[in-house]
């Protein structure tokens, strides 16, 4: 066999071995986020915080990364409270606290206080004949079940100046309770507000309305994990099916090439008749 043939079939094999290499290197840069070894690596990299919503899909802000966990805000669900409120302990409730200033019977007379017979949904100084202060008759609007909460809670913090000594009813039992007494008392009462959704609620609202989006326009979906991987496995077998065919293809050549110099050095070679005679 020639010098050219041989160094064909060792380009060819060269080819072979750099596409497999090439191959193996593709698969460990795809696959490389499931494999194990980076698993301790991305577990120091991410914080406790991180690591907990991974593992319990519970999380919870850490400061620090070592300190305890910051309890989670208590969320005040007004429409909540008032459907659960007692409404005879908000009766005994207004009798032993606001009983001196306000009376609440139908066409009862003003106190210290007005009136409080369907002061719910009401304007907020609706007695034409009560003198309210000055900081009274500068709020606007009607007492809604929100602002009647903010107003028993501390009357001086939610109308500055105003001429009520009542320090508020701190408790939120004790003031939703007397809020659902007042309601009672009112006529024309609104309904009360509804209570806060739940945060699965929400949350299966919000995948829902997400999965129902189509994407835009030139805006491709987003693709499945298993999809991915399966595109990814198909594209490898393609590569290496090509880099057979490229092999076979190069071996044939040599082999084509090689016979074909040893039949032109057969040709060129003199017979052993020939070189008797000369």
């Not at 499931?34 to 301790?40: A, F, R, S, T, V």
């Not at 007692?86 to 003003?110: L, M, P």
């Not at 004790?174 to 209570?195: E, G, H, K, M, T």
């Not at 990814?232 to 084509?256: H, L, M, P, S």
Request: hydrophobic fraction near 40%; proline fraction near 5%; glycine fraction near 12%.
């Amino acid at each position: 066999m020639g010098e050219l043939g041989l160094n064909k079939i060792l380009g060819a094999l060269l080819a072979t071995a750099l596409g497999l290499f090439g191959l193996k290197t593709l698969s460990d840069v795809v696959f490389a986020h499931g494999g194990e070894g980076h698993g301790e690596e991305h577990a120091e990299a991410t914080s406790l915080s991180e690591q907990m919503c991974e593992k319990f899909a519970y999380c919870v802000e850490v400061a620090g990364g070592g300190a305890a966990a910051a309890e989670e805000e208590e969320v005040f669900d007004l429409g909540a409270l008032l459907a659960a409120a007692d409404v005879s302990r908000g009766e005994r409730t207004f009798k032993g606290q606001c009983t001196t200033c306000h009376t609440i019977d139908a066409g009862g007379a003003n106190g210290t206080g007005p009136n409080l017979h369907g002061v719910v949904g009401a304007a907020k100084h609706h007695h034409a004949d009560f003198n309210y202060s000055a900081a009274m008759t500068s709020l606007g609007g009607t007492w809604t079940y929100e602002d009647l909460n903010h107003w028993l809670e501390n009357p001086s913090s939610f109308a500055r100046g105003t001429s009520m000594s009542f320090a508020g009813l701190r408790k939120d039992p004790d003031r939703i309770n007397v809020i659902a007494y007042l309601a009672s008392q009112s006529p024309d009462a609104p309904p009360f507000p509804d209570p806060l959704p739940a945060a699965g609620e929400d949350d299966g609202a919000d995948a829902a309305a997400d999965g129902a989006e189509a994407p835009a326009d030139g805006e491709e979906a987003a693709i499945p994990a298993d999809d991915a991987m399966e595109a990814v496995e198909g594209a490898a077998d393609a590569a290496t099916e090509t880099v057979t065919d490229v092999t076979e293809a190069v071996v044939e050549e040599a082999d084509a090439a090689t016979e074909t110099a040893e039949e032109a050095f057969d040709e060129e070679a003199p017979t052993p008749t020939e070189e008797e005679g000369e």
